[in-house]
Structures are given as structure tokens and as C-alpha cells.
């Protein structure tokens, strides 16, 4: 009963919200006012933070690898743009919902080939899912416009109200909520009972066995919920932009989500939002310097950042906020640094 008590009192107070986080989301609040010019891509990074953070579920609390995380954000696409196309459901946020519950479909699925493996048998059947799905939007072209994608895709105003402009600033507040919203849910996820056994998971599933915890189970219940985020972010793209081709599935897609989680950190829900912001600001400096190697630097960035360590880089990037908080605060509040991710 002891233990019992120790492990509800530990996860009511790792879930209590930190002066941090607060900041965090106030300062994402303030960007549409201070940079009033770039709707356009502070949405593509909340589309991007949301499809990371789907990403972030399995691979930083359950220890699923995935290269193959595309073939939800591309179900989610297409189902929204055939959904708005067709006039099937005109209303966008019930389309999102319906494209989100598509990906997780297929994401139930397949969860069952996923478990079956350890880290390089996922890492080839998440990758061939993603091919496949590829292969089956170019085959249908009838369907899917194939390597044209879908045209003539008209959204129509939110809840009846909202209508996207030219300028991306309903797109941007569409996001922000969306993301919010499944940030809130995803944050009740991690810090729950379920989120305490895919971390026992993580780290011995034969240990998470023995002592009771059906891993299957849970597996394959946070691998849906994953894809339904990422049909939802896929979605949201659709919505947003207006577009949906075959690019939605690409390798390189699944492969930029690896990078934002490396820039960002696994195992902490602030790490893809936080990656998603450096990832599109180094990608917007380096394609305005060297449009054709704007990759290279970014290699490079990733590179040196494994060789001084993230928890050393956010503890140079943080220390004005942590001055800063203590001298208001008392010297009782200050900016968590998350710790290195050990994979």
C-alpha cells in the first residue's frame, strides 16, 4: 500500500505544471504578434511539432523505432483532402477527426507486425509500410491524383465561421488549438499509470512481463494513438495548404521527423515542439545561404551537437531564463533542463 502511495504522489507531482512550461506556451502565443508576416511557417511548424510529438510517443515512452511514421501522415492527408474534395464532409473539423481515426486504423493494424520485432525489424517494417502506402497512392492515381496529387481542394470556413485566407492566419490558430489540445491529452497520457509501464517498457519489456504489465497490449495501444496523431497532423496539412500528393509519404518526410527528435530530444513532450522550432529556423537560415546544401549544415549541426551533449547546449541556451526566474521567483522556480536521452 506504501509503494502504492509513493507512486501516485511521484506522478501527481511530475505532472503538475512548471513556470517553464507556462512560459513556453505563452511565448508561443506572442509569436503571431511579434512576427505578424509568418503565418505561413509558424503553422508548418505547429503541423510539424504535432507529427513529431506523434513520433515522440512511441519512440522516446514506448521504445518503437519507426522510419516509416509518414504512412500515417499521408493516410491523414489524403483522407481529409478526398473528405473536402468529394464534399463527402465539409466541415473541417469533423474531417479531421475522421482522417485522425483513418491513420489509426492503420495503425491497429499494423501494430501487430511492429511488436513481432525488436529495433531493426521495426525500423524495415514501419519503412516498407510507408513504401507500400506509396506504392498504392501511385498505383490508384484514379483516386489519388498520383504524382500530381489532388487538385481543385476547397476547405470551407471552420465550424462554419473561420475561412482559411491567403495569409495563413486561420490556418495558424486552427494548429495552435489542435496542438494544444492533444498536447493536453498526450500530457494526461504520459504522466498516467499507462505512461509509467510504456517507460517500464522502454527499459526492460522482459522485466515490464514479469511483473504483470500485458506489453502487447500497451504497445500496440500507444502505436494507435501515435498514428492517430499523425493522421491528424497530416490532415491539418491538407487543410492548411490545400494539397495532397504523393510527397505526403516519403521517405524523406519520416527521415526530417528523425532529425527534429535528435535536434529536440526523445522521452519529453517539449522535446519535438522545441525540435520542430530549431529544425524550420536552421532550415529557413541555411536554404537563405547555401539553398543546395542546406542539408549539409544541418548534418553538421546534428554532429556537433552530439559531441558537446544536449543537456550541455540547454543548460548554455537556459541560463538567462533560470537567472531571470530565480531573481522573481525567490530562487524556487527554475527552468527544468531535461536530461540526455541515455538511447
Given at each position: 500500500m506504501s509503494a502504492a502511495n509513493d507512486v501516485s504522489t511521484s506522478a501527481k507531482a511530475s505532472s503538475r505544471w512548471r513556470v517553464s512550461e507556462v512560459l513556453f506556451w505563452i511565448v508561443v502565443l506572442a509569436c503571431p504578434f511579434l512576427f505578424p508576416s509568418r503565418y505561413l511557417i509558424m503553422t508548418d511548424i505547429l503541423r510539424l511539432a504535432l507529427f513529431t510529438l506523434s513520433l515522440d510517443l512511441i519512440l522516446g515512452y514506448a521504445g518503437i523505432v519507426s522510419l516509416g511514421h509518414a504512412a500515417f501522415f499521408g493516410v491523414g492527408a489524403y483522407s481529409a483532402g478526398l473528405l473536402a474534395l468529394h464534399g463527402i464532409i465539409n466541415e473541417p473539423v469533423l474531417?479531421?477527426?475522421?482522417?485522425?481515426?483513418?491513420?489509426?486504423?492503420?495503425?491497429?493494424?499494423?501494430?501487430?507486425?511492429?511488436?513481432?520485432?525488436?529495433?531493426?525489424?521495426?525500423?524495415?517494417?514501419?519503412?516498407?509500410?510507408?513504401?507500400?502506402?506509396?506504392?498504392?497512392?501511385?498505383?490508384?492515381?484514379?483516386?489519388?491524383?498520383?504524382?500530381?496529387?489532388?487538385?481543385?481542394?476547397?476547405?470551407?470556413?471552420?465550424?462554419?465561421?473561420?475561412?482559411?485566407?491567403?495569409?495563413?492566419?486561420?490556418?495558424?490558430?486552427?494548429?495552435?488549438?489542435?496542438?494544444?489540445?492533444?498536447?493536453?491529452?498526450?500530457?494526461?497520457?504520459?504522466?498516467?499509470?499507462?505512461?509509467?509501464?510504456?517507460?517500464?517498457?522502454?527499459?526492460?519489456?522482459?522485466?515490464?512481463?514479469?511483473?504483470?504489465?500485458?506489453?502487447?497490449?500497451?504497445?500496440?495501444?500507444?502505436?494507435?494513438?501515435?498514428?492517430f496523431y499523425a493522421g491528424i497532423a497530416g490532415a491539418l496539412f491538407t487543410q492548411t495548404t490545400q494539397l495532397a500528393s504523393l510527397d505526403v509519404f516519403s521517405f524523406e518526410r519520416s527521415a526530417d521527423l528523425m532529425l527534429v527528435l535528435v535536434i529536440g530530444g526523445t522521452g519529453y513532450l517539449y522535446g519535438g515542439l522545441i525540435g520542430a522550432v530549431v529544425f524550420k529556423m536552421l532550415q529557413e537560415l541555411f536554404q537563405a545561404i547555401t539553398p543546395q546544401y542546406w542539408l549539409f549544415w544541418i548534418g553538421l549541426v546534428l554532429v556537433i551537437m552530439v559531441m558537446v551533449g544536449r543537456a550541455r547546449i540547454h543548460r548554455w541556451v537556459l541560463w538567462l531564463p533560470n537567472l531571470v526566474i530565480r531573481q522573481i521567483a525567490g530562487r524556487k522556480a527554475t527552468v527544468v533542463v531535461p536530461e540526455a536521452d541515455a538511447s
Open positions: 474531417a479531421l477527426i475522421v482522417a485522425g481515426l483513418a491513420a489509426m486504423v492503420l495503425g491497429f493494424f499494423t501494430s501487430f507486425l511492429v511488436i513481432r520485432g525488436v529495433d531493426l525489424t521495426r525500423l524495415m517494417v514501419t519503412l516498407g509500410i510507408a513504401l507500400l502506402m506509396e506504392a498504392l497512392g501511385e498505383r490508384f492515381s484514379n483516386i489519388t491524383g498520383g504524382t500530381d496529387g489532388l487538385q481543385g481542394i476547397e476547405m470551407q470556413p471552420i465550424l462554419g465561421m473561420f475561412a482559411f485566407d491567403m495569409f495563413g492566419k486561420t490556418g495558424f490558430w486552427y494548429c495552435l488549438i489542435v496542438l494544444f489540445l492533444l498536447f493536453l491529452l498526450a500530457r494526461r497520457i504520459v504522466h498516467s499509470p499507462f505512461g509509467l509501464s510504456l517507460r517500464a517498457i522502454r527499459n526492460n519489456p522482459l522485466r515490464a512481463s514479469a511483473i504483470g504489465i500485458p506489453v502487447n497490449r500497451r504497445l500496440i495501444a500507444i502505436y494507435t494513438l501515435a498514428a
